[in-house]
């Protein structure tokens, strides 16, 4: 992962090179097995949708953060991540992902179509909205 | 902790550390151990963390950075008035929820 373009998809993942270096010197320095189970999340986040690169950058920055403290009080890997850590990860990465795997523009997508629909429903019948 | 009791306590956790705040300032871990003493003993400190970032985003909580003895600088904590605010609508929320959970269970009896 060393040698990452400096634009495109990859940059848009990680961050800026210049952050993302930093990121893993930092994982470097954790004792062996906060190290491991850093670079297992770090693989799991890379499946989510990154919005833009500056929050991905935090994104790294806050788990590098949170592994750095959890070390320095002794904290074990497992109390950390919990028994389920695909939902600790998941509710992680909701605070930089906008909240889902899915692409922005495809929710932007399904909320334009529903409304679309509504409205059309609304004409043919002429009920008013009914939204709660 | 059982399936059910993590279903249940997914939507009501950030008003659970909210309302911890609102005793005094703590950082993450300080949450965590915290809670665990109350009795939510499964609780782990990822999710707290995650929801204190989540919380900190939407401005609902200050952050201080604290030097530390052992390890870089704790962020603390703390409760602003937005966060007061959305803690008084959560125990709204929360009276709301038992109220009418209380009435179903009197219902099927």
């Known amino acids: 992962m060393s040698d990452v373009e400096k634009s495109g998809f990859l940059s848009k993942v990680i961050g800026p090179k210049k952050r993302w270096r930093a990121y893993k010197a930092r994982v470097k320095e954790l004792p062996g097995n906060h190290r491991t189970a850093v670079e297992a999340i770090e693989r799991y986040l890379m499946h989510f949708v990154p919005t833009d690169e500056d929050s991905n950058a935090s994104m790294f920055e806050d788990l590098a953060d949170l592994f750095e403290q959890a070390a320095a009080d002794g904290t074990p890997i497992r109390e950390i991540v919990g028994e389920d850590p695909v939902e600790f990860v998941n509710a992680f990465a909701e605070n930089y992902s906008e909240g889902g795997y899915v692409p922005a523009r495809a929710r932007k997508q399904l909320t334009d179509d529903i409304e679309r629909a509504e409205r059309a429903a609304g004409n043919e019948t002429g009920t008013e909205d009914k939204t709660v | ?109």
């Open chain 2, 1 to 109: 902790m059982t399936k059910l009791e993590t279903e249940m306590l997914k939507g009501t956790l950030e008003g659970i550390i909210l309302a911890s705040l609102a005793g005094r300032p703590a950082y993450g871990y300080e949450i965590t151990v915290r809670l665990r003493e109350q009795g939510f003993s499964d609780i782990a400190e990822g999710t707290v963390y995650a929801l204190l970032l989540r919380m900190e985003k939407r401005g609902l909580v200050d952050v201080q950075k604290v030097p530390s003895e052992k390890g870089p600088p704790r962020k603390v904590h703390s409760l602003n008035d937005e966060g007061r605010e959305y803690l008084e609508e959560f125990w709204r929320t929360w009276s709301f929820l038992t109220e009418r959970l209380e009435q179903l269970r009197e219902g099927g009896r």
